[in-house]
């Protein structure tokens, strides 16, 4: 995941290495279930290949849920494993508790500010997001993106992997469609993985 690239680092590396040590067989599980809910085009690129476990992986991590009901996420957060720092921990617990994903318009990208700019497609929320290296990738550019953000010491942030990006630029007849079309879109991180598999 893409968790390195922030300049206040959630350190979600931690959780993956401690949940496929503690989990294995779980997790294989999980990444089965979530091909089996995806189910790829079995002539998917390798590079589609490898991301789409990037985001089974992810999936694991924040949204699945371990035999005592908790995420792996949370179940780090409780145990500390690691003896983590109490910043470490704070920031995951903050990740945590903020996290969410969604649909986006991409309005803005200034890589000189590590800035990204999005307005959920069913909420007038305006987000800037510091990413270092997803503002280098899209600078200048607009269109539709779908990630997962937290917020970090006050601080929004990608969480995740970028899932979808598009440079789509929505007439403002589009934006006030998608805003007032509230119950179409699908609100889980997997669901919108399935769009574009």
């Known amino acids: 995941m893409s968790a390195n690239r922030k300049s206040k680092e959630v350190k979600i590396g931690l959780v993956v290495d401690y949940s496929i ?30 991301q789409l476990s990037d985001f089974a992986l992810e ?12 995420s792996p996420i949370e179940e780090y957060i409780r145990k500390n494993p690691d003896r983590q720092s109490r910043t470490v921990m704070r920031r995951l617990e903050e990740a945590f508790a ?20 999005v307005q959920p497609y069913h909420d007038e929320t ?21 990630i997962r953000l937290a917020k970090i010491e006050d601080e929004w942030l ?14 403002e007849r589009m934006r006030k469609y998608m805003l007032e079309a509230k119950d179409t879109d699908p609100a889980t991180f997997i ?7």
Do not use: C
């Not at 999936?59 to 908790?70: A, H, N, S």
């Not at 669901?191 to 598999?197: A, E, N, P």
């Open 98 to 117: 903020t996290q969410f994903v969604a649909r986006f318009w991409l309005d803005e990208v200034r890589a000189s500010e590590s800035l990204l700019v």
């Open 59 to 70: 999936w694991f991590v924040f949204d699945y849920k371990l035999p005592r009901g908790i």
């Open 191 to 197: 669901d919108i993985v399935k769009l574009d598999y």
């Open 126 to 146: 305006i987000y800037r997001i510091r990413d270092r290296a997803a503002s280098y990738d899209l600078d200048g550019q607009v269109g539709t993106i779908s």
């Open 21 to 50: 040590r503690e989990h294995m067989q779980v997790a294989a599980q999980a990444y089965e279930e979530f091909m089996d809910f995806i189910d790829p085009d079995p002539g998917l690129s390798p590079s589609k290949t490898a």
């Open 158 to 171: 990608i969480i995740g992997n970028i899932i979808n990006y598009q440079p789509i630029v929505p007439s």
